[in-house]
């Protein structure tokens, strides 16, 4: 249903000049890590070093078609994954297996813009995650689609918790995700996204 988010963020990178090109989410199991790194990369070129990324473990099994060996250990491919990206990104080396069993060393062109992209978990119903993402120091996009706002409460503290166990600096950043539409006429707004936001409701949950 939803294409590699490089894809619509290359087509919002050469619309925009000044706004953040945030991917929420890079499932990242159901992703090779190089493929990642390197189309990131065209996109931060493309929108002038403008990248962040938010990565996620993935959710439903039937999604796991791309990568039906990840969905059991799916968080842990998540992590290795984020490691991989991050080298890439700083232009290291990693090793990989060619097509005739030849272990080669592979970097990735083009080198983006930006020295480090800032790096979000995405997170929700499961405080583990939370914590996980605090232990990294890594920031973190939620939603309030499952979970009340004392849930929520309760697992960013959890995160900064962590975070500050863990010896990174501040308390983190917090992106909650929104579904948003636009109008000038907040009841013609209302009438016009009712059914379609509430089937999209219907089907997630």
Not at 29 to 45: G, M
Not at 66 to 87: C, F, H, N, Q
Not at 121 to 129: F, R
């Amino acid at each position: 249903l939803y294409p590699n988010p490089s894809v619509t963020s290359a087509a919002v990178a050469e619309l925009t000049e000044h706004i953040q090109i945030r991917a929420g989410s890079v499932v990242l199991p159901l992703q090779d890590p190089i493929r990642v790194a390197e189309d990131w990369a065209v996109v931060d070129n493309l929108s002038g070093g403008r990248v962040g990324l938010s990565f996620a473990s993935g959710w439903h099994a039937d999604d796991f078609v791309l990568s039906p060996e990840a969905y059991g250990t799916r968080k842990d491919v998540m992590l290795r994954g984020i490691d991989t990206v991050r080298r890439l990104w700083r232009g290291e080396s990693i090793a990989r297996t060619t097509g005739t069993g030849e272990e080669i060393s592979v970097c990735t062109l083009p080198r983006p813009l930006r020295a480090e992209p800032p790096i979000w978990i995405t997170a929700a119903g499961n405080v583990e995650t939370f914590r996980m993402a605090g232990q990294m120091g890594a920031n973190v996009l939620t939603n309030l689609l499952g979970q009340s706002l004392d849930d929520l409460a309760g697992k960013l503290a959890a995160y900064r918790a962590e975070r500050a166990l863990h010896g990174h600096a501040g308390p983190g950043r917090v992106s909650l995700m929104l579904h948003t539409f636009i109008g000038t006429d907040v009841a013609a707004v209302r009438e016009k996204v009712r059914a379609p936001f509430t089937e999209y409701l219907r089907t997630s949950t």
